[in-house]
């Protein structure tokens, strides 16, 4: 087996995603005057971004004019149990707005309120209605606006349907990245002077999920061979209500949006359980709270008939559901022949979102690798330990364009690196040995079952020491079989070869999430852990970072920085409102007293 010839294409800036995230940098590098290339594993606007459906949560005041920056801060500190990287999310607070009318200058069209602004909606866990939105198709909105905007850009190169599968480097720095074409596996070099990765997060290690078939973490892993380290990995969010019924929608996601216009959730008994886990603010309590309800009502017999929840909008009118719902209308009509205006939603966890990532500067974007970027998804440190909806479509267009902006201050005036013959030969030796014809070797697709198994059932939403541990042991099992596994056919459109490199990348995030999960010896946010139900003061004070020690991975605990008096006021008074309100706070059912002193809050 001789490693073959590749084709050499050199940038300034290379864009791994061309989601929110990717685009958004794209866009920033591009107009720094650098030439800037964006590959994706799929066609333009088939990233995550486009499944968006509930909206971005910027404090527009639009809808209830006591909202601010300050309060959305303190709701995604509080949201992700204050383990967030403090900093990230001040910037995040602060400059979201901005990315919101300049996406709306850009061509992005919103709902509007009567007298003509941006509408916004109310979700879980935010104090007041802050979601800027399409009716549920949002994500589909930012990223036609951004790939627009993207294209038009001049510099800015867009490659569909290749795959990257490692990053090189120039000493200990990344200098461009190796892939191939997926329709007829030719091999690709990538020579740039800075990287940014905007690949998105991972669902697909778990056997009910509403992602698609691109989460499989490519770029955490691939920045974690790369030297790059990762944070928060055990924080992986359950959304509460996934579709569960038919067998083949399981997973699929039903918006937050279908609560947040009003939706109601009941167990088999007709009662409003939420009133039970948290009455103030029932079915908008946070995800990680409202998924594990579910969970336990089910645990106690009082599920629904294939083991989730009720979700019914009924009472908000057919009219109003197709305007307002209009997918979950369709969704629910095609895949489960349910009318949504007449009958209930059954619901159920499914893994949705990775609030760990690559670990970065909160300011750049920069990762613990010179000349290495991430945003969006990829990332860690903005969501703490559980993401509140709608915070991640502002992230990825505050943090996009940061990192993409950093990476184009770096790279002026240098030069592109040689690239290292013997890496590329090394990447193409371990990507063709899957086609070897002469070995019998393991099955991607029932190494890939084994692992969602082995994650589902001992790393889900439940965990314990004996789960977490009987999971570590079937993955590395399962890293042990990986170099054998084999596919036949050729590399022309060839699924099973690509799933075997997309199973090496998902066995890297899982290790990374069940080792963290074992360190992390409490129940915080995403994290549930039944041997260790509470709160642990001392774990709040520590993130967890995961790394390559050289021989496997290992973990380790990085000691938080603790938040600047000017922060905490903020999270203070917004604790001191929630003592006396319910949550989010109608416009129509306005109170007087400290709810309309949070307005005058300076922020
Ligand atoms: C169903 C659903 C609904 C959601 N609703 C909301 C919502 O209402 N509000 C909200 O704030 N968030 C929502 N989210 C979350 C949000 O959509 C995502 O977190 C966000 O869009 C991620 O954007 P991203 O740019 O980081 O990555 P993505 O949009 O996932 O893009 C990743 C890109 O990287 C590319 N890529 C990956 N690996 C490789 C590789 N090896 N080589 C080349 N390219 C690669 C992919 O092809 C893709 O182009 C939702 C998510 C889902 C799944």
């Not at 941006?118 to 879980?124: L, P």
């Not at 939420?274 to 309590?285: G, I, N, Q, R």
């Not at 790279?411 to 063709?432: K, S």
Request: proline fraction near 4%.
């Amino acid at each position: 087996m001789i490693p073959e010839s590749y084709d050499t294409i050199d940038c300034d800036v290379l864009v791994i995603g061309a989601g929110g995230a990717g685009l958004r940098a794209a866009v920033a590098a591009g107009e720094a005057g650098c030439d800037t290339v964006v590959v994706t594993k799929s066609l333009l606007g088939k990233a995550h971004t486009v499944m968006a459906e509930g909206g971005i949560g910027a404090a527009l005041g639009n809808v209830d004019p006591r909202d601010n920056w300050g309060v959305h801060f303190a709701d995604t500190m509080l949201g992700g149990q204050l383990l967030n990287n403090w900093r990230m999310v001040e910037i995040f607070a602060q400059e979201v707005i901005d990315r919101v009318y300049e996406l709306e200058r850009w061509g992005g069209l919103f709902d509007r309120t009567p007298d003509g602004r941006i509408s916004q909606r109310a979700f879980g866990a935010h104090t007041f209605w802050r979601l800027a939105h399409v009716g549920d198709r949002t994500g589909l909105e930012l990223i036609r606006t951004c790939q627009d905007r993207a294209v038009h850009t001049p510099n800015v190169t867009v490659h569909m349907e290749y795959t990257l599968t490692t990053l090189l480097k120039d000493g200990d720095r990344v200098a461009g990245a190796v892939g191939y074409r997926r329709n007829d596996g030719s091999f690709v070099v990538f020579r740039a002077k800075a990287v940014v990765l905007g690949s998105g997060g991972w669902g697909r290690m778990y056997k009910h999920t509403s992602n698609s078939w691109e989460g499989t973490g490519d770029g955490a892993a691939l920045a974690y061979r790369a030297g790059a380290e990762l944070l928060d990995m055990e924080f992986v969010q359950f959304h509460p209500t996934g579709m569960i019924w038919p067998p083949g929608a399981r997973g699929i996601l039903v918006t937050e949006a279908v609560r947040g216009e009003g939706g109601r959730l009941y167990n088999s008994l007709g009662e409003r359980f939420m009133e039970t886990y948290d009455p103030k603010k029932m079915e908008l309590s946070s995800r990680d709270v409202v998924a594990r309800s579910i969970y336990k009502e089910a645990q106690a017999g009082r599920g629904s008939p294939h083991g989730g929840a009720f979700l019914d909008v009924r009472h908000r009118g057919a009219e109003y559901i197709k305007k307002r719902l209009p997918s979950m209308y369709e969704q629910f009509h095609a895949l489960a022949s349910v009318d949504i205006t007449k009958e209930p939603m059954e619901v159920g966890p499914t893994i949705h979102y990775t609030m760990g990532g690559v670990r970065v500067a909160p300011e750049t974007g920069a990762t613990t690798v010179p000349g290495l970027y991430a945003a969006g998804e990829v990332s860690g440190g903005l969501h703490g330990a559980n993401r509140l909806g709608g915070n991640s479509l502002g992230d990825i267009l505050v943090f996009g364009r940061r990192a993409g902006e950093a990476a184009a201050a770096e790279v002026a005036g240098r030069v592109h690196a040689a690239v290292d013959e013997r890496q590329v030969e090394a990447e193409q030796r371990a990507l063709l040995a899957y086609l070897d014809p002469h070995e019998e070797g393991e099955n991607p697709y029932l190494l890939h079952e084994a692992l969602q198994e082995a994650m589902q059932d001992d790393a889900g939403i439940a965990r314990t020491e004996e789960s977490l541990t009987r999971s570590l042991h079937a993955i590395q099992e399962l890293c042990e079989r990986a170099p054998r596994m084999r596919v036949g056919g050729r590399r022309i459109l060839n699924p099973g070869w690509h799933t075997c490199r997309d199973v090496v990348n998902m066995l890297v995030i899982s290790e990374a999430i069940v080792r963290s999960g074992l360190e992390r010896r409490e129940s915080r946010g995403s994290q549930w852990r039944l041997d260790f139900p509470d709160l642990s003061e001392e774990q709040g004070k520590v993130n967890y970072v995961t790394y390559d020690g050289g021989d496997g991975m290992r973990i380790r605990a990085l000691s938080r920085e603790p938040i600047p008096q000017r922060l905490q006021r903020l999270v203070d008074e917004e604790l001191a409102l929630r003592a006396v309100t319910t949550i989010p706070v109608r416009p129509d059912q306005r109170i007087e007293g400290p709810a309309v002193a949070a307005a005058g809050r300076e922020a």
